[in-house]
């Protein structure tokens, strides 16, 4: 069974850099893209970018000047980097498995990581 | 503003049938881009729920289905339930913004 799991800080300070980690148990992390959506809060969700195990990445275009999506194949573990927070940015962000093999939809969810932009 | 739209609130009484809508463009649904539909129940993390327009994983009922038309795709779930209760998301692609997006999601109230 597929399991997604978020990890990093809870709170980040305007103008820095929030970074996250997804670790990926129960299977490998090729063959497969790995995407990271955010849900601030009370609203809908946003689509951040995805990579795939080989680096080949796509990002949303309003977020692509900030966005860096990375995998440690080594580790199991696609990461993201996002510069110049602002409140804005506050949200609950989710590693999310992107599957060729179901229609290019989103198959596996981690339970997601709240994030609150604040100085 | 999401590039799909849907309803804000759908409600129905337990036992009915309802429908969720999703419509899109000619840079995403209607370009042929398949359309999915994540269900988020309070709290949790959005689930998957029909996949490729009207394919379900395995677990999901078969109360739960999907059809895609022109640049507009639906959701319906009949024998409605207490559990059902969440917010529901369409999902596709989009040729102009190279991306996945989303539709602004509909909240199911069950009565």
């Known amino acids: 069974q597929v399991q997604l799991q978020e990890s990093g800080p809870g709170l980040v300070k305007p103008s820095e850099t929030l970074s996250l980690t997804c670790t990926v148990s129960?299977?490998?992390?090729?063959?497969?893209?790995w995407s990271w959506i955010r849900q601030p809060p009370g609203k809908g969700l946003e689509w951040i970018g995805y990579?795939?195990?080989?680096?080949?990445?796509s990002y949303n275009p309003s977020l692509k000047s900030r966005v860096t999506i990375s995998v440690d194949t080594s580790k199991n573990q696609p990461s993201l980097k996002l510069t110049s927070v602002t409140a804005a940015d506050t949200a609950v962000y989710y590693c999310?498995?992107?599957?060729?093999?179901?229609?290019?939809?989103?198959?596996?969810w981690g339970q997601g990581t709240t994030v609150t932009v604040s100085s | 503003q999401s590039v799909l739209t849907q309803p804000p609130s759908v409600s129905g009484a337990p036992g009915q049938g309802v429908t969720f809508s999703c419509t899109g463009t000619?840079?995403?649904?209607?370009?042929?881009?398949?359309v999915h539909w994540y269900q988020q129940l309070p709290g949790t993390a959005p689930k998957l729920l029909i996949y490729?327009?009207?394919n379900r994983p395995s677990g999901v009922p078969d109360r739960f289905s999907g059809s895609k038309s022109d640049t507009s795709a639906s959701l319906a779930i009949t024998g409605l339930q207490a559990e059902d209760e969440a917010d529901y998301y369409c999902?596709?692609?989009?040729?102009?913004?190279?991306?996945?997006?989303f539709g602004g999601g509909t909240k199911l109230t069950v009565l």
């Open positions: 999310v498995r992107y599957s060729p093999q179901y229609s290019s939809s989103f198959d596996v």
């Open positions: 129960g299977a490998s992390i090729r063959s497969y893209y």
């Open positions: 990579i795939y195990y080989s680096g080949s990445a």
């Open positions: 000619s840079s995403n649904i209607g370009a042929g881009y398949d």
């Open positions: 490729g327009n009207n």
């Open positions: 999902q596709s692609y989009d040729s102009s913004l190279s991306g996945s997006v």
